[in-house]
């Protein structure tokens, strides 16, 4: 590995084009993502989730609640980026329905969402219901946070039990390159719910020098199947 790209470089190392759903799922970075991607892209940005947010995480965009499609397209104007949920719910802010995400990549240009939840932890497996992604993402982003990488599973993940279970070893032991791969490729771990015609990227976030021989590792395992983005460390939070 070359070594991590800034932050600043995320949209153009995923190539991503004039026109995308992106659906961020799994661990740490998917809100770092999706504010990176909503500051980088150009044309009527939408970034939203079909889950929960932290109510004070705006990444400095304005936001809307439960705005109409026409109120949505006045507030991106010719080329503006929105921050939408359902409602407040308070600490938490409630997500839109993947549906309403779907209808507004008719209308706009990009739409970001936070499609999976993590409760703060670096790596997860999701469970039955998990992620919600869109219908008509055109881009799946997995997102793994370093602090799970060789790290003993039970310490570092959300649904240890079940990122075991994928991985073919105890949660009492370590998320290897091999383990941590077995379970970003599988269509019961953080492939699922990609819609088909979706591509599908793996991120990992916050990546220090002592971490490349562990991503270099993973690239190595994931053989090309998947391009494979490391970001370096950076101030905003996961």
């Avoid at 936001?63 to 503006?80: E, H, Q």
């Amino acid at each position: 590995m070359a070594g991590p790209i800034p932050l600043s470089e995320l949209a153009s190392a995923l190539e991503l084009g004039p026109h995308e759903l992106v659906a961020a799922v799994g661990g740490g970075g998917k809100t770092t993502t999706l504010f990176a991607l909503g500051r980088q892209l150009g044309g009527r940005r939408v970034l939203t989730t079909t889950t929960k947010m932290g109510r004070d995480r705006t990444g400095g965009f304005p936001v809307l609640f439960g705005p109409s499609d026409t109120a949505l397209l006045d507030a991106v104007g010719a080329g503006d980026a929105v921050l939408v949920w359902k409602a407040d719910g308070g600490h938490k802010a409630i997500g839109l329905d993947p549906d309403a995400c779907d209808r507004w990549f008719d209308l706009v240009d990009h739409v970001l969402v936070e499609a999976d939840g993590a409760a703060g932890r670096p790596f997860k497996a999701p469970r039955p219901l998990e992620p919600v992604v869109p219908s008509h993402a055109t881009l799946v982003v997995a997102c793994i946070g370093a602090s799970a990488l060789g790290r003993v599973i039970a310490d570092q993940c959300h649904r240890p039990m079940r990122v075991a279970a994928l991985a073919g070893c105890s949660p009492y032991q370590r998320l290897t390159p091999e383990r941590l791969a077995t379970v970003l490729l599988s269509d019961r771990g953080l492939r699922k719910g990609r819609p088909e015609a979706a591509r599908y990227a793996i991120v990992v976030h916050n990546v220090a020098a002592a971490d490349r021989p562990f991503v270099d590792e993973l690239i190595d395992v994931v053989d090309g199947r998947v391009p494979v983005v490391a970001v370096g460390r950076h101030e905003v939070g996961c």
